[in-house]
């Protein structure tokens, strides 16, 4: 009986406990929230969980260690309330250690470390395949030093065999590597000549996948069997590069119409390789610190970040959408075409789109001297399509080379592959034009302006940048002089030259206007396949004067030509218009010598004023309010450290007794000090952060 009972007892308070625990466990969060939020509403900060639970901690720990000091001294409450003050200090205390010691960001690093490792783990068998074909192609040498990566960028025998070493092993790496040769085969302002013509000569065609591979990403893709969709699909692709591969296909009761399937597996191929890529980069610009390389890590980064906007077919459906949108290149007329794009078939690895049949441009030469074609005008008719999109629409075609420009059946031209669009703001458009209507007239100061206003820095710098707008202006004269006069055509010459000059005067080429650099560095290579004496730079000027003209309205005059002397004759013959123009500022030049009269006056009798409205700038008034506020803390700080120390020096022993071991004045003296300590933790923690 006895024993019954006893487990009876026993197995109801095992509850009971249970609940206790809960109870307690309960409480001492609750303690610790409450402790970190106090401190930390103190300190005027937020903070992370991690470091709330630490300083939390570290309160607790305070509050037990104080336990003997104060169970001798009588008056508990009191006492608790100056122990809970202490604890909430210490936590102070801890957050101000740890954003000092710990900043944010440290606590990551374990994390960070183990991503790493596994990242190295996961591309180091790709690593020792990559280090073996640069070994093969004798590329080792130029890791050997900074002097003999630098030997390699300069001209001569040296050079030009690094160059061609470098083209064989990018094409047999394959993948992002070869995209990565293109884009800095269009990159003047950072290789050298010999480097650029070199990788100009890569090759992107690769075996295609397997039928079975490739149709199996079409279904899943799609959601459904492939003959649901398509009434037949060409099994051997219309052509296969390093990410994709287009077949024909015939929609059901629809056109036919060109299927690009992503390859199987790809995106962790190219994502392992654009991380090596990166690395790479990261490593040639700390060994090649000249000016050859400046860039060289944000152009690694920008390559990475839009190669991934490759990988997925939806970027570029928009894209496509978009220049055709501004471009009206969905018209069945158009000069230049672009092919529809079927939304509802395309995903992320597949892309559907209307079949243009032509032949790519760099094999359009003859086929169109079969037809009788004129070269010239097909030239034309491109170069105004690209130029078009950058300086009316804002959204271009970014990467014009032969592969991806047709010439079609019916005599128009096909655009194809969006995958890389540039997009550019009307400040930059506007300062194109502007640059390209000064290189006509001849006006060097005016292309200073145009490129000061492209490069996003002011006459006077742009933060820590200092532009000699005279010596810039005389270099850009002399620039204009040598490569911009009559007949000039844009040659890798030019670019290097005006590049040269970026460099010099430190001038930061912005990533969209780099953009545009290279589409038409890209295109003026293309064209020179189907016309080899066209102007690019001479179009650009015509098409740049006749957008002057149509912004001026000149009326009651036809246009006598296609190309530039036709638009001159024009305006020369608008030159009533311009002076129609003219009368609309007459208003403004009649006021001028009154007010130049008022201000010259005032300067001479001392009376003028200037109205300047000081801190007009918000983020100016935030910092000098963020700056007073930290003085006034500081001073704060100091002026209650100083009383309590007043008064346990000069109060001891002076003063009535709050318990028995304990004087008022000393208590208030370390109340003092503890807010002393408070605002002062406050204040460090405040520049601390900053």
């Known amino acids: 009986m006895t024993v019954a009972v006893t487990a009876a007892l026993s197995a109801q308070a095992v509850p009971f406990r249970l609940f206790a625990v809960l109870v307690a466990a309960a409480s001492f969060v609750a303690i610790i929230v409450g402790i970190s939020a106090v401190s930390r509403r103190l300190l005027g900060i937020r903070v992370g969980p991690l470091r709330a639970l630490s300083a939390g901690l570290v309160a607790v720990a305070a509050s037990i260690a104080l336990d003997p000091v104060f169970e001798d001294q009588g008056r508990p409450g009191f006492l608790t309330v100056l122990k809970v003050a202490l604890a909430v200090l210490a936590a102070m205390v801890a957050l101000v250690f740890l954003e000092v010691f710990v900043p944010y960001g440290a606590w990551a690093w374990p994390v960070q470390l183990w991503r790493a490792t596994a990242r190295r783990l996961s591309r180091a068998g790709r690593y020792a395949q990559l280090s073996r074909i640069f070994f093969r192609h004798g590329l080792g040498r130029l890791l050997g030093g900074r002097s003999r990566l630098e030997q390699a960028l300069q001209p001569g025998e040296f050079g030009e065999r690094s160059a061609r070493s470098a083209r064989l092993a990018l094409e047999e790496c394959g993948g992002a590597f070869i995209k990565l040769g293109q884009m800095l085969s269009t990159r003047r302002d950072l290789l050298p000549p010999h480097f650029v013509e070199e990788l100009s000569r890569l090759q992107s065609a690769v075996t295609p996948a397997p039928w079975p591979e490739v149709e199996g990403v079409l279904r899943r893709e799609l959601g459904k069997p492939v003959e649901a969709v398509f009434e037949w699909v060409e099994q051997v692709p219309l052509a296969a590069a390093s990410i994709a591969q287009v077949h024909r296909a015939k929609l059901r009761d629809g056109p036919v119409v060109a299927v690009k399937v992503q390859r199987p597996g790809i995106r962790e191929v190219v994502e392992r390789d654009l991380d090596i890529v990166v690395a790479m980069t990261r490593s040639l610009q700390e060994r090649a610190r000249g000016t050859s390389a400046l860039g060289l890590r944000d152009l690694g980064t920008g390559f990475a970040k839009s190669v991934r906007e490759e990988l997925d077919f939806r970027i570029e459906a928009r894209n496509a959408v978009a220049v055709a949108t501004a471009s009206g290149g969905h ?100 300062a194109i034009r502007e640059m390209l209507w000064s290189v006509d007239r001849g006006d060097p100061s005016g292309l200073h302006d145009a490129l000061i206003d492209l490069l996003g820095v002011r006459a006077t710098g742009g933060g820590d940048l200092v532009v000699d707008t005279l010596l810039l202006e005389r270099e850009l004269g002399q620039f204009m002089a040598q490569h911009l006069g009559v007949g000039a055509r844009p040659d890798g010459d030019m670019f290097g030259a005006l ?174 000090l503890a807010v002393s300590g408070i605002l002062m933790l406050r204040a460090l923690y405040t520049a601390m952060r900053r």
């Not at 078939?345 to 049949?357: D, F, G, N, P, R």
């Not at 296609?562 to 123009?581: H, K, M, N, Y």
């Open 499 to 672: 590049f040269q000059i970026f460099a010099r005067f430190g001038l930061v080429v912005p990533p969209q206007v780099a953009a545009v650099f290279r589409a038409m560095a890209t295109l003026e290579g293309t064209l020179s396949l189907l016309a080899d004496d066209f102007n690019l730079l001479d179009e650009g000027r015509a098409i740049v004067v006749g957008q002057m003209a149509d912004q001026l309205r000149f009326r009651g005059r036809s246009r006598t030509g296609g190309g530039a002397a036709g638009i001159r004759s024009e305006v020369t013959a608008a030159a009533q218009d311009v002076l129609q123009e003219a009368m609309s500022v007459l208003p403004i030049l009649r006021r001028l010598p009154r007010r130049a009269e008022r201000i010259s006056a005032s300067l001479e009798e001392g009376r003028l004023a200037v109205r300047v409205r000081v801190f007009a700038d918000e983020r100016e008034r935030r910092f000098v309010s963020g700056l007073i506020h930290q003085m006034t803390v500081t001073l704060l700080a100091a002026c209650t450290g100083l009383m309590g120390v007043l008064l346990l020096v000069f109060g001891t022993g002076h003063g009535p007794h709050v318990t028995r071991g304990l004087e008022l004045f000393p208590l208030i003296g370390y109340q003092t």
């Open 331 to 430: 018209d069945a007329d158009a000069p230049v075409r672009i092919p529809r794009v079927y939304l509802e078939y395309t995903t992320a690895h597949v892309l559907v789109q209307e079949y243009l049949k032509g032949v790519t441009l760099d094999r359009a030469g003859a086929v169109a001297d079969h037809r009788g074609l004129d070269r010239r005008e097909l030239a034309r008719r491109v170069c105004g399509a690209v130029i078009q999109q950058i300086l009316r629409g804002g959204v271009f075609h970014a990467d014009p080379h032969p592969g991806n420009i047709l010439l079609l059946e019916s005599g128009q031209i096909g655009l194809l592959d969006f995958g890389s669009v540039g997009r550019i703001d009307q400040s930059v458009q506007r």
